[in-house]
């Protein structure tokens, strides 16, 4: 069953189209990734999932409801972290829990919530005291403390050091373990690669591309490199002819080619049959990075 | 008890904020007892005056006193934690949740109207204790004055706000404001020891307004219609010009 869905979305800022016709369904137990560079309506796309904008045009659904009209029904199935908010500067982690578990008609317990994101030892400090880190997991636990369906992660370990990115990541997936539906913003591709099972590539408002990471990196012309050093000189016109070719690089005596798993195959023909070893070599898949910005070229 | 515009969850947290500020708990509950106080410990003030209809100045600074507490909330208070919540992002955070970011509105208001309540309280048992000023002749006349001038106050506080787009700019305001709002409350001069004209221009303020109703009230009056329709149309006015202007982020 889809817990989201979106439908020719498009919401525009004076004048200016910042969401144009996206479109994507998120399903129950996924973790939905949305990647793009800077400005290209990520948050836009998600507030109007969690109805903080009214999209000028377009279909949202959450758990089939619509999260304008019905707002209250929404929220209480979706929990949200959001970027650029925080909580009054005085008031304490415990009382932010217990203010928050009010909202929601049934609320999760927060005491085990605030164990597991390590948040028990500083239940008495105020909010303008936490670091950056503990301010990201109170917000985690806040978004979590209705007991939701859903929950929309945006850009949430932005800031964060790779230590403590990492720590999310595995919250992340225990999240879902639990059985809750992860919408994550993000622009790390590392982190969409790990964590996500669908990824919408969204630029300059536009669904660019819906994949598996892994699937999205296929599509990308160069997916897997080859790379050797030569016992001898090829001929390079033997492989500019290979088969599904997207790069040649040959430099310092070394060969680096790009393309598909048939021109590895054609490449280890060609070696075969001129009798050239070759040392050191590798085979490696391109990165979501690479296949990131094949997806996003900017045209100008 | 849990509707779009009132949670009882969110008023509780707020009232628990608001003592937390040590500033505004001093010039909104304490600071206009303290100027009562102050000026009633010096001797002339204890003494009837002709300029004040006969009245001693200390009696004329009771009601200037009630009005300061809640003339600080409104033009100080409120719309600089309501422009903090707004600039910090509070406001838009409570938007992704079942309850709407209007509780905590409500909240501030029945948090700054209740201490602006305290403070007319206070000023008014400290006047009659310790300087033996009579209590208002017209109890039901002068709580309705009050009530009206506590509701004005919060309606401008809220104007100031929905008006002030950082916390900066708020305080410029709210300043700015807040020296004609104590004129007209009678701060430097009470309204009874005005010139006829400049007391008449001072009646059409919220402010001066209330001063009038309350002095009346306290006199053993109903207080005049007039002072009290003019409090009436500028919470009105205030309070639709709020609405209107309010941004949520």
């Not at chain 1, 989201?4 to 479109?23: A, H, Q």
């Not at chain 1, 809750?180 to 590392?190: A, D, I, Q, S």
Request: net charge neutral.
């Amino acid at each position: 069953m889809s817990v989201i869905e979106v439908t020719d979305l498009r919401k525009s800022y004076g004048g200016r189209p910042v969401v144009d016709g996206v479109s994507f369904t998120v399903e129950e137990g996924e973790i939905f990734g949305v990647l793009g560079p800077n400005g290209a309506g990520k948050t836009t796309t998600v507030e109007c999932v969690g109805g903080l904008r009214v999209p000028d045009a377009g279909r949202v659904r959450v758990t089939g409801l619509d999260p304008v009209a019905d707002h209250r029904r929404v929220a209480e199935v979706l929990g949200a972290q959001l970027q650029r908010s925080e909580l009054q500067p005085k008031l304490t982690v415990r009382e932010a829990l217990e203010l928050y578990a009010a909202f929601y008609p049934r609320p999760a317990d927060w005491r085990p919530l605030a164990e597991r994101l390590d948040l028990a030892p500083m239940l008495d400090t105020r909010f303008a005291r936490l670091s950056g880190g503990q301010k990201q997991r109170l917000f985690v636990a806040l978004a979590l403390v209705g007991a939701p369906r859903v929950v929309v992660l945006d850009e949430l370990t932005t800031g964060l050091d790779p230590r403590a990115r990492r720590e999310t990541w595995q919250l992340i997936e225990d999240i879902r373990a639990g059985g809750v539906t992860v919408l994550l913003v993000t622009h790390f591709m590392e982190e969409a690669q790990r964590l996500c099972d669908r990824i919408a590539v969204i630029d300059r408002g536009r669904v660019a591309a819906l994949d598996t990471p892994a699937g999205l990196i296929r599509r990308s012309a160069g997916a897997t490199v080859i790379s050797f050093t030569p016992s001898a000189p090829l001929d390079e016109a033997d492989l500019r002819a290979l088969p599904q070719l997207a790069s040649v690089d040959l430099k310092d005596a070394r060969v680096t080619l790009s393309g598909t798993d048939e021109t590895v195959n054609a490449v280890i023909t060609l070696l075969a049959r001129t009798r050239v070893t070759a040392h050191q070599l590798r085979v490696t898949d391109t990165t979501l990075d690479d296949a990131f910005l094949d997806l996003t070229e900017t045209t100008a | 008890m849990k509707t779009d515009v009132l949670d009882t969850a969110v008023l509780r947290t707020e009232l628990r904020l608001f003592r937390r500020e040590p500033g505004a708990l001093f010039w909104m509950l304490a600071f206009p007892t303290l100027l009562l106080v102050i000026l009633g410990s010096i001797p002339s003030f204890r003494e009837a005056d002709p300029s004040f209809d006969g009245l001693r100045p200390v009696d004329a600074y009771v009601p200037v006193a009630v009005l300061l507490g809640l003339t600080v909330g409104g033009l100080q208070g409120m719309p600089q934690v309501l422009t903090g919540y707004r600039e910090r992002g509070i406001l838009r955070r409570m938007s992704a949740t079942p309850v709407r970011p209007a509780a905590l509105l409500t909240a501030q208001m029945v948090v700054c109207g209740g201490a602006a309540l305290g403070s007319a309280l206070l000023a008014v048992a400290v006047g009659r204790l310790a300087f033996d000023v009579s209590l208002p002749e017209q109890p039901l006349g002068y709580l309705l004055a009050l009530l009206l001038a506590v509701l004005a106050a919060l309606s401008l506080g809220a104007v100031l706000s929905a008006l002030s787009r950082t916390t900066k700019i708020a305080g410029a305001i709210g300043s700015a404001a807040l020296f004609p709002a104590m004129f007209c409350a009678g701060v430097w001069l009470p309204v009874q020891a005005m010139p006829d004209l400049l007391a008449r221009i001072v009646g059409w303020t919220p402010f001066g307004a209330a001063a009038q109703a309350l002095n009346e009230a306290a006199a053993g009056d109903w207080p005049d219609w007039s002072h009290l329709a003019v409090l009436v149309a500028w919470t009105a006015l205030l309070t639709a010009a709020a609405s209107r202007w309010f941004r949520w982020e």
